[in-house]
């Protein structure tokens, strides 16, 4: 069974309950969550401790699915009116569209917390455990996520500079990559050297992905995305400031930089996240042709 197939019958497994007397409480805590998508920060962490401690594996599910509440609490407070004002994703109505604002708002404040209640009860090492929540916090907090996010929607209007730019994102969508892939490293035990390294790794990561979004963004049509795309005609995006021409080589550099970094680890853990990243590095590469 492969990682993403066994993710999946975890998170069936582990959909959340509540005893309440709300009619839909139950249903829009699960709504976003169940909906398609990649998993692809949980699938880091699982790549990393497959490729060098497999038999921790069932130990480090609920840490990934950890990771994939986190990942949609921040999609759903996103989705906002007050924040994108977004009305798809992962190819169904926002949750605040569903459902109400406030329901949006207190199910996602609900999954950011569940979060770290999941890390704190699996079955590692306390040590472990305390490694994690630190790493998953300082990504995700007030030094991470948070302050990208509060980047993004203070200079909404405001062009920032490349260097500006590339700190917003690195807050706002790469920190939590490169925490997928170093929680992964944690929990496998390995060294801090290499911890740091899939950090850095992870960095870069999140910047090739949010170039490639901000492309989707200005060319790609919501039916083949599943969320609302056209959207940042305000924000600070790659292509706002560089050109879809600009961002697309900017792409390139950043995926073939990715690429050699890839190479050059161990090869268990080469081989693994070579299996996983080998549809993302170059995907921007299908909308070159959309480029007049």
Do not use: W
């Not at 994703?89 to 949006?104: N, Q, S, Y």
């Not at 704190?120 to 916090?137: F, G, M, N, Q, Y």
């Not at 490293?185 to 870069?204: D, M, S, T």
């Not at 090869?267 to 590095?281: D, R, V």
């Amino acid at each position: 069974m492969d990682l993403y197939t066994k993710f999946e019958e975890h998170l069936r497994r582990r959909l959340l309950q509540v005893d309440t007397f709300h009619p839909f409480y139950q249903e829009a805590l699960n709504y976003t969550l169940q909906a398609p998508a990649k998993r692809f920060r949980p699938l880091l962490l699982l790549t990393i401790v497959e490729a060098k401690e497999p038999l921790l594996l069932p130990s480090a599910l609920d840490v990934a699915l950890a990771l994939e509440l986190f990942h949609t609490y921040s999609l759903i407070h996103d989705d906002l009116p007050i924040m994108d004002d977004a009305t798809l994703r992962r190819g169904r109505p926002t949750l605040h569209r569903a459902f109400d604002e406030v329901t949006a708002v207190l199910v996602g404040d609900g999954l950011n917390t569940h979060a770290f209640l999941l890390i704190a009860e699996a079955s590692l090492h306390p040590d472990v455990r305390v490694a994690l929540v630190r790493e998953l916090a300082q990504a995700g907090g007030i030094g991470g996520m948070v302050h990208g996010q509060i980047l993004d929607c203070h200079f909404e209007e405001h062009p920032l500079s490349l260097q500006e730019l590339r700190q917003l994102h690195l807050n706002k969508t790469a920190k939590l990559i490169a925490a997928s892939l170093k929680m992964g490293a944690i929990i496998a035990n390995l060294p801090p050297h290499l911890q740091e390294e899939l950090f850095a790794f992870g960095l870069e990561l999140g910047l090739l992905f949010q170039i490639q979004d901000d492309l989707i963004d200005a060319l790609a049509h919501e039916e083949e995305v599943g969320k609302t795309t056209r959207n940042d005609g305000k924000k600070n995006s790659f292509t706002q400031l560089l050109g879809v021409k600009g961002a697309l080589e900017e792409a390139d550099r950043l995926a073939q930089k990715l690429e050699r970094e890839l190479k050059a680890m161990e090869e268990p853990i080469a081989q693994g996240l070579g299996g996983l990243l080998g549809n993302y590095l170059y995907r921007h590469n299908d909308l070159k042709g959309r480029h007049g």
